[in-house]
């Protein structure tokens, strides 16, 4: 009996400090939970970057569940930093755009004068505010993942050119946007080159891109394996950038590429699935051996008359140019309209001459005259359809274009002849006012096309319109 109740004495000891530690632990426990689950509601609410991701909260927490408690805490309070960083520079925008949504939001002041004043922008002030909170806090993580010449590497001369020099300027260039650290990041760059992949992996003559999509798709799953930020969007917050016609195309490699993140694409055909909402229309440049030719950089004076009223030359490829050839070729001396230029006339010496620049679209939408048209002082007309046009967002093409509907190509001459000299000179000074956003720089400079191309993307990381 003595031992029976030694035992039922130990046992009631021992049932009365597991109590104890339970009553000790257990609140503990409930509170350092509550609070893991008030930073993770906290980062959900704040990595929202667009409302369709209906299951976005679980994606996030699949990938913190992958990381120690000591790195989630660390990676949550950068994130939520970050978020509340981009979370006041939007709420700071949309209250200036409340403030100069009236008709002085184009006037001048001493605050930017980096910006042409004028009518070429939906909203100059808020512009230059915007790209000035851009300039304080974006940063971007360029992956590491990928060897040359297919990632971190791209064509930098002739049509395609945009692609390798944005790469270039991204991954070596002085600017202050790209991080070393991933948790800082407000975006991800995916820094593959679709030119180089039709160069090295694409058949000729096959037409079959499943070479591309298959690297696209390789890449992808690399970086959402070996990181957790793709997973944690659906791959909202990652961007690719392509000027090759295939870009889209190579795109659907990956499903989250072609409809979630942003795709900074020169074919920004909304036809093949161009979302402006969140892909980025990218303008095309190109370089004839790598530079921009010394006509463009040295035009007559301002008031030299133009002798011709439009011009174009050009291959007669896609379901356009038949249409502006066959109307227009070899018909009317006012109107210079080739298929090929003859070798003893210069293709830059013709638009400078003329007042219009005819940019009909190719096999694809986007047409490299768009820009050579600028550098020229030329007044593009856009002849296309299902076209965004680059950094729509924040200029005003119609002050500084001609846009006509591919129906009235038969009309053009009519068309562009009924122009009063008065709004033909306002376009022509639009045309200079906006130069400096299409111009290539090295090293780049502030307001030029590699900055106006990251701007776009700051722009779609909000969430927010300027027009």
Same mark, same amino acid.
């Given at each position: 009996?003595e031992i029976s109740h030694?035992? *039922?004495?130990?046992?009631?000891?021992?049932?009365?400090?597991?109590?104890?530690?339970?009553?000790?632990i257990?609140?503990m426990q409930f509170f350092?939970m509550?609070?893991f689950?008030c930073?993770s509601?906290?980062? *959900?609410?704040?990595?929202q970057?667009?409302?369709?991701?209906s299951?976005?909260n679980?994606?996030?927490a699949? $990938?913190?569940?992958?990381?120690s408690?000591?790195?989630v805490y660390r990676?949550?309070s950068?994130?939520?930093?970050k978020?509340?960083g981009?979370a006041?520079?939007?709420?700071?925008l =949309? !209250?200036r755009?409340?403030?100069?949504?009236?008709?002085?939001?184009?006037?001048?002041?001493?605050?930017? %004068?980096?910006v042409?004043?004028g009518?070429?922008?939906?909203n100059?002030?808020?512009?230059?505010?915007?790209?000035?909170?851009?300039e304080?806090?974006f940063k971007?993580?360029v992956?590491?993942e990928g060897?040359?010449?297919i990632v +971190?590497?791209?064509p930098?001369k002739d049509?395609?050119?945009i692609?390798?020099r944005?790469i270039h300027?991204m991954?070596?260039g002085?600017g202050?946007?790209r991080?070393? %650290?991933p948790?800082?990041?407000?975006v991800?760059f995916l820094?593959?080159?679709?030119t180089?992949?039709v160069?090295?992996?694409?058949?000729?003559?096959?037409?079959?891109?499943?070479?591309?999509?298959?690297f696209v798709?390789?890449y992808?799953t690399?970086?959402?394996?070996?990181?957790p930020?793709w997973n944690?969007?659906h791959?909202?917050?990652h961007?690719?950038?392509?000027?090759?016609?295939?870009?889209?195309?190579?795109?659907?490699?990956?499903?989250?590429l072609?409809?979630?993140?942003?795709?900074?694409?020169?074919?920004?055909n909304t036809s093949?699935?161009? &979302?402006p909402?969140k892909?980025?229309?990218?303008?095309e440049? +190109?370089?004839?051996g790598g530079?921009i030719?010394?006509?463009?950089?040295?035009?007559?004076?301002?008031?030299t008359?133009?002798r011709h009223? @439009?011009?174009?030359?050009?291959g007669?490829?896609g379901?356009?140019?038949?249409?502006?050839?066959?109307h227009?070729? &070899?018909?009317?001396n006012?109107i210079?309209?080739y298929?090929?230029?003859?070798?003893? !006339? %210069?293709?830059y010496?013709?638009?400078?001459n003329?007042?219009?620049?005819?940019?009909p679209?190719g096999?694809?939408?986007?047409s490299?005259?768009? /820009?050579?048209?600028?550098?020229?002082?030329c007044?593009? /007309?856009?002849?296309?359809?299902?076209y965004v046009?680059?950094f729509s967002?924040?200029?005003?093409?119609?002050?500084?274009?001609?846009q006509?509907? /591919?129906?009235d190509i038969?009309?053009l001459?009519?068309? !562009?002849? @009924?122009?009063?000299v008065e709004?033909y000179l306002?376009?022509? =000074? $639009?045309?200079?006012?906006?130069?400096k956003?299409f111009?290539l720089n090295?090293?780049a400079?502030r307001? %030029?096309?590699f900055?106006?191309?990251?701007?776009?993307?700051?722009?779609?990381?909000?969430?927010i319109e300027?027009?």
């Amino acid at each position: 009996m003595e031992i029976s109740h030694r035992h *039922m004495l130990v046992s009631a000891m021992l049932l009365l400090f597991l109590v104890w530690i339970v009553a000790m632990i257990l609140p503990m426990q409930f509170f350092e939970m509550m609070r893991f689950n008030c930073y993770s509601n906290s980062l *959900m609410h704040s990595v929202q970057l667009r409302r369709q991701f209906s299951c976005e909260n679980s994606i996030i927490a699949f $990938g913190i569940a992958a990381h120690s408690n000591a790195t989630v805490y660390r990676n949550i309070s950068k994130v939520k930093i970050k978020e509340e960083g981009l979370a006041r520079a939007k709420a700071s925008l =949309q !209250l200036r755009r409340a403030v100069f949504s009236d008709q002085r939001s184009n006037c001048t002041s001493p605050e930017n %004068d980096d910006v042409h004043a004028g009518a070429v922008y939906h909203n100059r002030r808020l512009f230059y505010q915007s790209y000035s909170e851009m300039e304080k806090i974006f940063k971007v993580y360029v992956y590491p993942e990928g060897d040359i010449p297919i990632v +971190h590497d791209g064509p930098c001369k002739d049509i395609y050119s945009i692609e390798g020099r944005f790469i270039h300027e991204m991954e070596h260039g002085e600017g202050k946007f790209r991080t070393t %650290d991933p948790n800082a990041a407000h975006v991800y760059f995916l820094p593959f080159s679709i030119t180089w992949m039709v160069k090295y992996l694409y058949t000729p003559f096959s037409f079959d891109v499943t070479p591309l999509k298959n690297f696209v798709s390789d890449y992808v799953t690399v970086v959402s394996m070996r990181y957790p930020f793709w997973n944690r969007t659906h791959g909202a917050d990652h961007f690719m950038l392509a000027c090759h016609d295939w870009g889209p195309d190579a795109s659907k490699g990956h499903p989250f590429l072609y409809n979630t993140s942003i795709r900074v694409l020169c074919n920004a055909n909304t036809s093949e699935g161009f &979302n402006p909402t969140k892909d980025v229309s990218l303008p095309e440049i +190109h370089l004839y051996g790598g530079e921009i030719s010394p006509k463009l950089l040295s035009l007559p004076p301002e008031n030299t008359p133009r002798r011709h009223l @439009a011009f174009f030359a050009g291959g007669m490829h896609g379901p356009i140019r038949p249409i502006l050839l066959r109307h227009w070729k &070899n018909i009317d001396n006012d109107i210079q309209v080739y298929e090929y230029l003859p070798k003893d !006339l %210069d293709y830059y010496s013709f638009m400078i001459n003329s007042k219009f620049c005819l940019c009909p679209s190719g096999h694809e939408v986007a047409s490299p005259r768009i /820009v050579e048209s600028i550098y020229a002082e030329c007044v593009p /007309v856009i002849l296309s359809e299902g076209y965004v046009l680059p950094f729509s967002d924040v200029l005003r093409w119609e002050e500084f274009s001609v846009q006509v509907n /591919v129906s009235d190509i038969p009309r053009l001459k009519e068309v !562009l002849s @009924a122009i009063p000299v008065e709004n033909y000179l306002k376009l022509k =000074q $639009g045309v200079r006012a906006v130069r400096k956003h299409f111009t290539l720089n090295q090293p780049a400079k502030r307001y %030029d096309v590699f900055h106006m191309i990251l701007h776009s993307i700051w722009l779609r990381r909000l969430n927010i319109e300027l027009g």
